[in-house]
């Protein structure tokens, strides 16, 4: 068994990992709607963009920040059932946003541009991470006091 301070010191280093993924985006993934979205998208044309080469860097960098989250729930928690919960878990969101994303970039209207900017960030940004810690922390207090 690792020891708590270890734990804790590798579960900052990942942390620290996913904001590095946010510092560095702008030169590792393809994603034309990082400046939209900066500037006022409600007032800007959609920028063009290369629908394949867009979805292969979401799934990337999805795939880069699930890894990495599932890392620190695994962890954290130091339980398989964590581990296979959280993949599950992330797998069918993914089929499930990106569904939702390709629906929404194929028919593309000014309606549509906050929905679609929050279905990006869910997609793009480790939010997953911060539910499911504090829920499987809440999870094993509850079995502990039973």
Same mark, same amino acid.
């Given at each position: 068994?690792?020891? !708590?301070?270890?734990?804790? &010191? &590798?579960?900052?280093?990942?942390?620290?990992?996913?904001?590095?993924?946010?510092?560095?985006? =702008?030169?590792?993934?393809? =994603?034309?709607?990082?400046?939209?979205? !900066?500037?006022?998208?409600?007032?800007?044309?959609?920028?063009?963009?290369?629908?394949?080469?867009?979805? +292969?860097?979401?799934?990337?960098?999805?795939?880069?920040?699930?890894?990495?989250?599932?890392?620190?729930?695994?962890?954290?928690?130091? !339980?398989?059932?964590?581990?296979?919960?959280?993949?599950?878990?992330?797998?069918?969101?993914? +089929?499930?946003?990106?569904?939702?994303?390709?629906?929404? &970039?194929?028919?593309?209207?000014?309606?549509?541009?906050?929905?679609?900017?929050?279905?990006?960030?869910?997609? $793009?940004?480790? $939010?997953? *991470?911060? *539910?499911?810690?504090?829920?499987?922390?809440?999870?094993?207090?509850?079995?502990?006091?039973?």
């Amino acid at each position: 068994m690792v020891s !708590k301070p270890f734990k804790i &010191i &590798i579960i900052t280093s990942l942390f620290i990992l996913l904001g590095l993924v946010r510092v560095f985006e =702008d030169n590792l993934f393809y =994603d034309p709607f990082i400046q939209f979205y !900066k500037q006022l998208y409600f007032t800007n044309e959609v920028p063009n963009f290369n629908l394949g080469k867009l979805i +292969i860097h979401t799934f990337f960098r999805y795939s880069l920040n699930s890894i990495i989250s599932i890392t620190i729930l695994f962890i954290a928690f130091n !339980k398989t059932a964590v581990l296979r919960f959280s993949s599950i878990f992330y797998a069918i969101l993914f +089929i499930i946003l990106i569904s939702c994303y390709l629906v929404i &970039i194929m028919n593309f209207s000014e309606e549509l541009h906050q929905l679609f900017f929050y279905i990006r960030r869910f997609l $793009i940004q480790p $939010i997953f *991470v911060l *539910v499911l810690l504090p829920a499987f922390y809440y999870q094993q207090n509850i079995i502990h006091k039973q």
